[in-house]
């Protein structure tokens, strides 16, 4: 499966997760300057407009709280979009272990609500971090177009 087919990132329009407001732009660092303008939602990621699925753009140097992924997946389940949700790690360079501990309660949370959470954009790095933490057996790990793996 692939995410990205027939998307071109410089026409990607982005929104936020939780009230769905426009971001014209990337929210600026540190985290503590990453609120949403609208519902001061952190901003740990970002949903991309996408047909059929959820595509959340993970940005770099934000590690949610618990309560981030609480919020998010209410959101989610409120307007109907938890079904299948797609986080792309693309952006990041390394992952540690509060991150990969929230991915955990994300995919916890959507499987509760009859969800479904896929990994994409993996570098190698954290793809090998994955499989020696034998992580790719709790995530759904899929290819992004013109990855290359």
Known sequence: ???????????????????GSSLSSEPA????????????????????????????????QRTPKPWDIVRLVEAL???????????????????????IARLMSLNKLLQASAGRLALTGLCAHIRETFGYLRLDRAFEIVESAGSGD
């Open 1 to 19: 499966m692939t995410i990205h087919e027939n998307e071109n990132p410089s026409d990607a329009t982005y929104r936020c997760p939780i009230c």
């Open 29 to 60: 660092l540190p985290q503590y300057d990453a609120p949403c303008s609208q519902c001061g939602y952190f901003l740990w990621c970002r949903e991309r407009c996408s047909a059929g699925v959820v595509a959340l753009d993970v940005l770099p």
């Open 77 to 99: 389940v409120a307007r109907g979009a938890h079904v299948r949700v797609v986080a792309d790690l693309s952006r990041l360079d390394l992952v540690d272990s509060a991150f």
